[in-house]
Structure formats: C-alpha cells, structure tokens
C-alpha cells in the first residue's frame, strides 16, 4: 500500500501542468470512488459486488494512466 500510495502523490504532482490533467484526475476520482465502494460493499459481506468494485478501480486508473501520458507533460518543477 505504501508504494501505492506513493506512486500515487508521484503521478498527482505529474500531472498537475500535464495537458490532459482533468482528464487524469476524473479518471483517478472515480477509481477512488469505486475502491469506497468496495470497501462498503465488502463490509456488508456482499464479496462479489466488492470485487467487481475494487476491478473497475483499477480499469478506471489505467485508464487515467494511458490518458495522462497520452499527451505532454512538463518535467519543470510546479
């Protein structure tokens, strides 16, 4: 989770001057969304519908992922 998290602030301070950072940061908000859900729905015991949540987490970041670096990215420092 660590690294998760870190890659996480990384790819966010990248993306901040990135052309297609909205896009990015819907993408990465919605996949935060579903992985609440996930977390709702594994707390209610309903295994299935977690897992089908925390799945469309990760479709929903590399999906974000493919988007940001699609387009140009400024490597000078925010």
Same mark, same amino acid.
């Given at each position: 989770m !660590?690294?998760?998290?870190? !890659?996480? $602030? /990384?790819?966010? /301070? %990248?993306?901040?001057? &990135?052309?297609y &950072?909205?896009?990015?940061?819907?993408?990465?908000?919605?996949?935060?969304?579903?992985?609440?859900?996930?977390?709702?729905?594994?707390?209610?015991?309903?295994?299935?519908?977690?897992? /089908?949540?925390? %799945?469309?987490?990760?479709v $929903? !970041?590399?999906?974000?992922?493919?988007? $940001?670096?699609?387009?140009?990215?400024?490597? !000078?420092?925010?």
């Open positions: !660590a690294v998760v998290k870190t !890659a996480l $602030l /990384y790819q966010n /301070y %990248m993306a901040y001057t &990135a052309e &950072a909205n896009i990015y940061y819907s993408f990465t908000l919605l996949g935060i969304v579903s992985y609440l859900v996930g977390i709702h729905y594994h707390n209610k015991k309903d295994y299935w519908k977690s897992t /089908y949540s925390h %799945m469309m987490l990760h $929903l !970041a590399n999906v974000g992922n493919i988007v $940001l670096y699609s387009g140009y990215i400024s490597t !000078a420092p925010v």
